[in-house]
């Protein structure tokens, strides 16, 4: 594809062209609930996107297509390529730096019984969580673990979030995402399933390196990055431990806190298996 600047009569889309204007709606939780429909941003989260055959549209400026060609005609293939402004890019970004590539997706989200559907052995269920850098993240981490599923809970932040599309680095097209009413609908979604609720809670009495039995099909519990989880999800889970603290370090982010935990979950299963 041969992109370049706009001229007159040109049909490049600028930040007035309606395509361009409805897809910058995307940015808020509110179109995206209404269209059913997400941006990706960047090569990686686009050249997971198109993998998955999530695309519907890619927009492009000039010096984003002559770097990323091989993207371009891969969308080509299947979804319809727009070159579009550098003014346009700047509003489809959320982003300091426009890195020129945008695409609509489909949601990923499913509903929480496909997404457990099978034999899960390990989920994470994320309960308040608020910011989408650790939403991201964690999920980029449950993919790396191996992880059968994520669980969006009650008042948690959008997986559909820019921040939280860019944190996953692509892992929320790689494995089941699903968003449950509240986090008792989770939960009873996840002990239907037959996994184990295991709360992550820094004051916990037991802890990993004591927990008895690891290798058991587990849905992990994450809470809020501030506040944690309410006693009344500490007391509604199976069981509740913590990460060891050998150190002087107050505490884990969530984050950390997690990718701890669903490896130790992973790394004792794959012991067991071997």
């Known amino acids: 594809m041969s992109v370049t600047s706009p001229r007159p009569g040109d049909d490049r889309c ?19 609930a209404e269209a059913g429909r997400f941006l990706a941003e960047g090569a990686q989260a686009v050249r997971e996107a198109l993998r998955h055959a999530r695309v519907h549209e890619l927009f492009v400026t000039e010096q984003a297509a002559a770097r990323h060609g091989e993207l371009v005609t891969e969308a080509e293939r299947s979804a319809r390529v727009s070159a579009i402004t550098s003014r346009a890019a700047e509003l489809l970004s959320e982003t300091v730096t426009p890195q020129g590539l945008v695409a609509v997706c489909d949601s990923v989200e499913v509903p929480p019984e496909r997404a457990l559907a099978g034999r899960p052995r390990l989920v994470a269920v994320l309960a308040g969580v608020a910011d989408p850098g650790n939403a991201g993240t964690v999920l980029r981490v449950a993919d790396a673990a191996g992880a059968d599923a994520v669980l969006f809970a009650g008042e948690t932040v959008d997986v559909h979030n820019g921040k939280c599309v860019r944190a996953s680095t692509g892992s929320l097209f790689h494995l089941p995402v699903a968003r449950c009413a509240s986090v008792a609908e989770a939960l009873a979604a996840c ?10 809670d820094g004051s916990a009495e037991d802890d990993l390196q004591t927990a008895a039995d690891l290798v058991a099909p587990t849905a992990w519990l994450f809470g809020n990055e501030a506040h944690g989880l309410a006693p009344e999800l500490l007391a509604a889970a199976d069981r509740v431990l913590r990460v060891p603290i050998y150190g002087a370090a107050e505490s884990l982010n969530l984050a950390t806190a997690a990718a701890v935990c669903l490896y130790a979950s992973a790394m004792a299963s794959r012991g067991r298996a071997t």
Not at 21 to 32: I, N, P
Not at 191 to 200: I, K, N
Request: cysteine-free; overall charge positive.
């Open 14 to 32: 600028t930040h007035r062209t309606p395509r361009v204007v409805a897809a910058r709606r995307l940015a808020t939780r509110s179109g995206r």
């Open 191 to 200: 002990r239907r399933a037959g996994l184990v609720v295991t709360a992550a």
